[in-house]
């Protein structure tokens, strides 16, 4: 079973930038598609970004893409999310999520607990 721990959020100007990783333990984490998603309170958790097993696909919110690069080093049983250009809207909490296979669609098997990102204008 793998759990997942994220780290790297916090308080950004707009404009600024931050990178999130998601640390998974046990030996199973190259088998798994991740993802990053965020949430405001009362609004509907919204996927961010998805990245095959393999890192041979990705897939990216159009709120998200040319700003947002999500990418995972198997080696070290981590996913990383880097947050470029940030903008309030950007302010969430985000939590990676985990499921085995590919396509990014569909329900996600494991979840870290999140990482509040606040963007200041």
């Known amino acids: 079973q793998v759990q997942l721990v994220e780290s790297g959020g916090g308080l950004v100007q707009a404009g600024g930038s931050l990178r999130l990783s998601c640390a998974a333990s046990?030996?199973?984490?190259?088998?798994?598609?991740m993802a990053w998603f965020r949430q405001v309170p009362g609004v509907e958790r919204e996927f961010v970004a998805a990245?095959?097993?393999?890192?041979?696909?990705?897939r990216y919110a159009d709120s998200v893409k040319g700003r947002f690069t999500i990418s995972r080093d198997n080696a070290k049983n981590t996913v990383y999310l880097q947050m470029n250009s940030l903008k309030p809207e950007d302010t969430a909490v985000y939590s990676c999520?985990?499921?085995?296979?590919?396509?990014?669609?569909?329900?996600?098997?494991?979840w870290g607990q999140g990482t509040q990102v606040t963007v200041s204008s």
């Open positions: 999520a985990a499921k085995i296979g590919w396509p990014e669609r569909g329900e996600y098997e494991l």
């Open positions: 046990g030996r199973t984490f190259s088998r798994y598609t």
């Open positions: 990245i095959s097993p393999s890192s041979s696909s990705k």
